[in-house]
């Protein structure tokens, strides 16, 4: 009888445990067909013919370049490195971070922030945040990765930029002596893109303001003359995706247009996973709004919105932590959404196991004590889950060379 019972008890604890682990297999890629652009894309960039950028768009999730930092190696490694795409000028004091490049600022930035507000006109640049030089001397520079087996080269250095009546003069400098010095004064405000070409190589590049008037920037792009992917990480710390709203519809297509993605990622929701639910209707309706604001600016790319990853508070009368409980019907309203909008839709909250995944996750170390952000290992495993039901996807929906591509391993341009 002791044996027996001891052999029950084994059973029983590891049943529990079997329970309580974060799940290794992911859910597929629903509506993976509307992907099409995406995929014919990569199976161009696997023969060496065409950069295929990507336009990920999401809250602090994205803005620690977790997921996407992890995909965007990845992705390069299988199709191709065509550079780290764009990144913010400086972080000021924002969780903001880019793995595969340094930024470093010097002197005063004024940062206007989207998340903020304040500006009525509605113009903070591509990623939410226009930055201006304050006076005395200025500047940020931007160096390609120094290891890791991808971002170690670039060739273009671009800056998004304002043009208004008090502009000034902004100078693009690489290490290698090239430059470049433009006049950002304009008759009216407008935006515009300032590059500099140089030799592909391991680079530090600078922007500062030349001269009087008042520099004005959105960020910066790294980028190299040569076939494979870029991804564009655009996180908006604190951010719920209405606040995408809050941009000049024509001022944020403009941005988007001129970045020319072959797919734009939709990843918000986790923001407002504790906010009062009024209903699945006008949530589905808010989600669409945001989607169709985000894909104006490139109607011809794929679409792929990711549903908010699991999120844990106390329940009202206190206790043990619990999924928030209008998080399933948020999800549910983004599925509605995606699919409504002719987008793919890939469920991140049933990726990580459902209700309570979070409390799992924080157990085995791939959730944050907040319980409202992974840890970095957790992300990974995020990245590693999508990135298998992209391939499962691109293996049915894709061409063959972008799926002849995954199994080559990486491709050497």
Not at 53 to 82: E, Y
Request: glycine content about 14%; overall charge positive.
């Amino acid at each position: 009888m002791r044996f027996g019972a001891l052999v029950v008890a084994a059973l029983f604890v590891a049943g529990t445990a079997a329970a309580d682990a974060p799940r290794r297999d992911g859910p597929p890629l629903e509506n993976a067909a509307a992907l099409a652009p995406f995929f014919a894309s990569l199976a161009a960039s696997a023969r060496g013919v065409a950069t295929t950028r990507i336009a990920w768009f999401g809250d602090s999730n994205i803005a620690a370049d977790g997921i996407t930092g992890t995909l965007r190696a990845r992705w390069q490694q299988r199709w191709g490195d065509a550079g780290h795409g764009f990144v913010l000028v400086t972080r000021g004091h924002l969780p903001y971070r880019h793995k595969g490049i340094a930024v470093s600022a010097r002197g005063a930035w004024r940062l206007a922030e989207l998340l903020r507000g304040g500006r009525s006109d509605g113009r903070y640049g591509y990623g939410g945040v226009l930055f201006t030089a304050g006076r005395g001397p200025t500047s940020a520079s931007f160096s390609t990765a120094r290891s890791g087996a991808t971002g170690r080269t670039a060739s273009r250095f671009a800056v998004l930029y304002q043009r208004h009546p008090h502009g000034a003069r902004l100078e693009l400098r690489s290490d290698d002596g090239a430059v470049t010095e433009l006049d950002t004064r304009g008759d009216a405000t407008d935006d515009a893109v300032a590059t500099l070409e140089t030799t592909d190589g391991p680079h530090t590049f600078t922007l500062r303001p030349a001269g009087p008037g008042e520099l004005r920037v959105y960020g910066a792009v790294l980028e190299r003359a040569a076939p494979g992917v870029v991804l564009d990480s655009v996180g908006i710390v604190g951010a719920r995706g209405r606040r995408v709203l809050a941009w000049d519809a024509t001022h944020l297509a403009a941005q988007v247009a001129a970045r020319r993605p072959q797919l734009v990622v939709v990843g918000f929701g986790a923001n407002e996973a504790s906010d009062a639910w009024t209903g699945e209707e006008p949530w589905v309706a808010e989600t669409r709004a945001v989607v169709r604001r985000l894909r104006a600016g490139a109607p011809e790319a794929a679409c792929l919105v990711l549903g908010a990853p699991d999120q844990a508070g106390p329940p009202r009368e206190g206790g043990e932590p619990r999924t928030f409980p209008s998080l399933p019907r948020r999800v549910e309203g983004q599925r509605r959404a995606a699919l409504a909008e002719g987008c793919a839709f890939w469920d991140t909250f049933a990726a990580m196991g459902g209700a309570g995944a979070m409390i799992r996750w924080r157990r085995a170390g791939l959730g944050g004590h907040d319980l409202r952000h992974a840890s970095t290992a957790g992300y990974d495993r995020l990245a590693e889950l999508l990135d298998a039901a992209l391939l499962a996807a691109l293996d049915a929906h894709g061409p063959a060379r972008a799926t002849a591509a995954t199994a080559g391993g990486a491709q050497a341009h």
